[in-house]
T-cell receptor, first 115, second 116 residues
């Protein structure tokens, strides 16, 4: 597709349930990022994938969070045993090579609400 | 530890006037700075960037100024238009060279409202 696609756009879940969020990056982009934005706050880095390199997981807030990426395509972010503080907009972004001076292209995000 | 701060949560400006959005950072290792614009229900979109070797970068109505000694950058929009109404995020990264990657640290955002 032309842009970064994320699904679902909205997800409401009950505390304690697992959720899986999906991201389709721009075709040909080797770098993929997950960020989240909690209400009233800036975007918070979660994880970075670049090609076949080991991902940078330094931003994942707890071991309940994990992410995978299949080659240079789809990525899924999984949150296990969701908590209310996980409620946020989860944004995926991609860039062509992942260089430090590249601009990121963001998807529209998944609004996660944990009741 | 908020390394990038946007201390004004909102800004209201009349159409045709200048909008000035400010951003401060604490990490002296940051060497690449960007502004993103976000409309409701959409992802942020890249607006303009500046490398630490420069103190100004201009693109049409948008100009970013960088003051390294003060660890401060600002975005000027002249003239402001109602379509500019959005949330503006500043962001910073370490290592603009090819050995680093675009892991960005974002500010909290400033809501800009431009009145007709």
């Amino acid at each position: 597709g032309a842009g970064v696609s994320q699904s679902p756009s909205n997800k409401v879940t009950e505390k304690g349930k697992d959720v899986e969020l999906r991201c389709d990056p721009i075709s040909g982009h080797t770098a993929l990022y997950w960020y989240r934005q909690r209400l009233g706050q800036g975007l918070e880095f979660l994880i970075y994938f670049q090609g076949n390199s080991a991902p940078d997981k330094s931003g994942l807030p707890s071991d309940r969070f994990s992410a995978e990426r299949t080659g240079e395509s789809v990525s899924t972010l999984t949150i296990q045993r969701t908590q209310q503080e996980d409620s946020a907009v989860y944004l995926c972004a991609s860039s062509s090579r992942g260089g430090g001076n590249e601009k990121l292209f963001f998807g529209s995000g998944t609004q996660l609400s944990v009741l | 530890d908020q390394q990038v701060k946007q201390n004004s949560p909102s800004l209201s400006v009349q159409e045709g006037r200048i909008s000035i959005l400010n951003c401060d950072y604490t990490n002296s290792m940051f060497d690449y700075f960007l502004w993103y614009k976000k409309y409701p229900a959409e992802g942020p979109t890249f607006l303009i960037s500046i490398s630490s070797i420069k103190d100004k970068n201009e693109d049409g109505r948008f100009t970013v100024f960088l003051n390294k000694s003060a660890k401060h950058l600002s975005l000027h929009i002249v003239p402001s238009q109602p379509g500019d109404s959005a949330v503006y995020f500043c962001a910073a990264s370490v290592g603009a060279g090819g050995t680093s990657y675009g892991k960005l640290t974002f500010g909290q955002g400033t809501i800009l409202t431009v009145h007709p």
